[in-house]
């Protein structure tokens, strides 16, 4: 490990260096056990400046969705809780606010697998995002045709039963439902999973835009490391439930070991068996 690298690991360990914006959400130090037992986040820190999109990165089971559900206090429905640390949303701590409060507050959580009501068009579950809201129907209408103009493709299916509209159309609704409520932040949980490679590079896409003209910040969780640090501003890599690594997003997509061990992509040649015993062993540093 070089000294850039050490930087890098001790940074993470002390809650990394964050954007130096105003701080919109600070994660500090959150433990999260389930059952009373199972001890999943061990002192996880992080900070989302108000209008940037963060990834947090890591294989499965890091504890990406973990961190989100803590966030938008999702927990107890899984029998989880934040047993130490705190959560704090424009400086004010959060987590014993109920999400339906949250909500209000501007948080929206877009759960993993695309959740939509099945049974209801496309266009009901948009405007079952501004449910919460206290809005005339003009408003309501104009926010309307603003997700139309983001998500062109969902005017045309305004009419089907979401259940019956491809995987990408489901995650364009639930993106769209969420920006009905007039988010601050957005938690958006896997919105790659089972998509075809340029839906994807679609949905990130419109991402980025509504965070460039809407001021949307994103909390994001992603396995896929190249296309989350091409659209995010900041990222943080957990394993193991610690954040092990943090940065700029060009910073951590030029990092060899994230290179090697989450882009799938090495600088020199074909290793061993025996080489790879060793490699692996020294990324126990990230730890």
């Known amino acids: 490990m070089n000294d850039t690298q050490a930087r890098t690991a001790g940074n993470a360990a002390a809650g990394g260096d964050p954007p130096t914006a105003k701080v919109l959400l600070d994660v500090n130090g959150i433990e999260v056990i389930y059952n009373h037992v199972i001890l999943v986040l061990k002192g996880v820190s992080l900070r989302v400046a108000e209008g940037s999109v ?22 107890k429905g899984e029998r989880g809780e934040v047993t130490k640390g705190s959560i704090m949303l424009g400086g004010e701590r959060i987590e014993r606010l109920s999400p339906a409060e949250l909500v209000r507050r501007g948080v929206i959580q877009v759960m993993e697998g695309r959740h939509c009501f099945a049974h209801l068009t496309v266009e009901e579950n948009l405007l079952a995002g501004a449910y919460s809201r206290r809005a005339r129907r003009a408003e309501i209408e104009a926010d309307l045709e603003k997700v139309y103009t983001y998500f062109p493709r969902l005017k045309t299916r305004r009419a089907a ?64 490391t190249h296309v989350a ?19 700029a997003a060009a910073d951590l997509a030029g990092n060899e070991d994230v ?13 061993s068996f025996r080489d790879v015993k060793h490699y692996r062993r020294r990324k126990r540093w990230l730890a």
């Open 259 to 271: 290179k090697e061990f989450y882009l799938g992509m090495s600088a020199g040649a074909r290793r």
């Open 229 to 247: 640090l091409k659209y995010a501003d900041y990222g943080y890599i957990l394993e193991s439930g610690r954040v092990v690594m943090d940065g």
């Open 54 to 75: 963060v990834a947090l990165l890591g294989g499965n089971g890091a504890g990406k969705t973990t961190t989100l559900r803590a966030v938008s206090n999702l927990l």
């Open 161 to 224: 039963q979401a259940g019956y509209t491809s995987g990408g159309e489901q995650q364009m609704t639930a993106v769209g439902r969420a920006l009905m409520a007039r988010p601050r932040m957005i938690l958006l949980d896997e919105p790659s999973m089972g998509l075809a490679p340029q839906i994807v590079e679609e949905i990130f896409g419109i991402v980025k835009d509504l965070n460039t003209r809407e001021g949307v910040s994103f909390l994001l969780a992603e396995q896929n």
